[in-house]
């Protein structure tokens, strides 16, 4: 292409009032069949107009992520909360010390309520499961919980389903919703939702996830090798025809460009990590668990499924997911820690505070949770993305369905949010909100991902966002 009709096509570009990113690629000759661009960003050119700001031209090539991760019966607060006051994170609690390492990527939050569980019908787990990433009041049904009570299913859409109709159509997958041995098909069951009465059963068969991320994993080299030739091909005519467009810049103009095509050469390193240098994009191998539904199973199946969760978001497979951990009920003893755990979950976190024969092992089981989401950041955190890490371009939010599990509170819960999004969130704090609903905490993260919205979940809970989180 000679360098004036490649100006008068971005010419022509630069004229469109409204243009998508994959029209600006088009106009630009780099659009067809091009998935590793799609997030591509161009430089906003001083005689560019707003509407290519507007349609997705950042020059920060990261997609922004979002992780839910659900573990049941609440904790124990006084081994969780920092022994100092709120404000920058100096010291974790004992539960938490697998996340010391974190401590400056980690937000945790005190005092927040689950004020929307408080209403509707249902005992506490089944309100707590229905509202902990909606906000919203659960509905009337014929679902009996473990106290003799009936509910329904959740009364609205979570905050995964809601960020997934943002940021999920460029991805193969919008979400993914993985579990570990989850074994009940009702509302204790279940932490994701479509909308109200729309629950979305998680997968807790890492073979499963496997075959439908990376069945394509086994195509012939051939084939992987000459995709991989013509997407590099691409970004080669790319950055020939800017070094051709830029001899005809100002010098400011000139700048951005050349610090575009930087952006364009870190493509080309991950293409050829991914043409077999190793790295950013490993497939993993599959997994091979005989019964991944027995409790002996219990810890390798949450290790595969946060692996294969960090391989589809490190890949492009999808931009949001989510890990539920058992059940409400939880009804599975951690027969896999040594020494062996001879009481369920379910009953250890119910016992009194003054069981000495079994508030240890609970203590191990909560211990060994925070060891799970320590990894799962540390897989995150060693994947190297723009000028950080996928961690950096991710929120994970931690949460449980109940503060405590032989009080069955629903105030005071447990929240800890990992990363940043993408830098719009502050992270190193030690946050207290005393009896705040945790509607103001998803809507802040639903404006941390460019949604506007005033409000989430019940409507009578919002009372805007936490101006402390948000940059």
């Known amino acids: 292409m000679s360098d004036q009709k490649y100006l008068n096509k971005f010419e022509r570009a630069r004229q469109a009032q409204t243009l998508s990113r994959r029209s600006m690629l088009r106009a630009l000759g780099v659009g067809s069949g ?4 799609n997030g591509l960003g161009l430089p906003l050119f001083s005689g560019l107009p707003k509407a290519l700001a507007q349609a997705g031209m950042s020059e920060q090539s990261a997609p922004q992520r979002l992780i839910l991760f659900y573990t049941p019966n609440g904790t124990k607060k006084e081994l969780w909360r ?8 100096q010291n974790l609690g004992p539960i938490l010390n697998a996340l010391e390492p974190f401590k400056e990527k980690i937000c945790l939050f005190d005092g927040v309520d689950l004020k929307a569980a408080l209403e509707g019908p249902g005992g506490p787990h089944q309100r707590g499961m229905a509202s902990l990433f909606s906000g919203a009041v659960i509905t009337e049904g014929d ?27 460029e991805t193969p997958f919008r979400s993914l919703e993985l579990g570990v041995r989850v074994i009940e098909n009702m509302p204790r069951g279940r932490i994701s939702y479509a909308g109200a009465n729309m629950p979305l059963p998680p997968v807790s068969d890492p073979l499963q996830v496997y075959t439908r991320l990376f069945s394509g994993a086994s195509e012939p080299d051939a084939l992987i090798q000459r995709r991989l030739r013509r997407r590099q091909s691409v970004l080669d ?3 020939g025809d800017f070094r051709k467009l830029e001899q005809k810049l100002d010098s ?10 930087q952006s364009l050469r870190e493509l080309e390193r991950r293409l050829a990590i991914s043409n077999g240098q190793g790295g950013v994009c490993d497939t993993p191998t599959a997994p091979m668990l005989s019964d991944v539904m027995s409790e002996d199973s219990f ?3 949450a290790r595969q499924q946060i692996d294969l969760m960090v391989s589809a978001l490190s ?14 009920v939880n009804a599975c003893r951690f027969s896999f820690l040594e020494p062996r755990v001879s009481h369920e979950g379910h009953s250890l976190s119910h016992a009194g505070d003054s069981n000495q024969g079994m508030q240890p092992d609970w203590e191990r089981n909560l211990t060994w949770y925070a060891e799970q989401f320590a990894y799962l950041l540390a897989k995150l955190d060693s994947i190297p993305e723009g000028d950080g890490t996928l961690l950096d371009n991710t929120a994970v939010l931690w949460g449980n369905e109940i503060s405590r599990g032989n009080t069955h509170d629903l105030t005071d819960i447990p929240f800890v949010l990992a990363g940043s999004a993408g830098g719009k969130l502050r992270s190193g704090q030690y946050l207290r909100y005393p009896g705040i609903a945790h509607n103001q905490l998803l809507l802040s993260l639903i404006q941390a991902f460019g949604i506007e919205m005033s409000e989430f979940g019940a409507s009578h809970l919002n009372n805007g966002t936490l101006s402390e989180l948000l940059v």
């Open 34 to 37: 091009l998935g590793m661009l």
């Open 82 to 89: 920092p022994s100092h006051e709120p404000g920058a994170i």
């Open 143 to 169: 679902f009996v919980g473990g106290d003799g009570r009936k509910a329904g299913w959740g009364g609205g859409i979570t905050l995964d389903q809601l960020i997934a109709q943002h940021i999920g159509n």
């Open 237 to 239: 005519t790319v950055l």
């Open 252 to 261: 400011r103009d000139r700048a951005k460009l050349q610090q575009h095509a």
């Open 299 to 301: 810890g390798a199946v």
């Open 315 to 328: 890949c492009g497979q999808t931009n949001v997911a989510s890990l539920q951990c058992s059940t409400a």
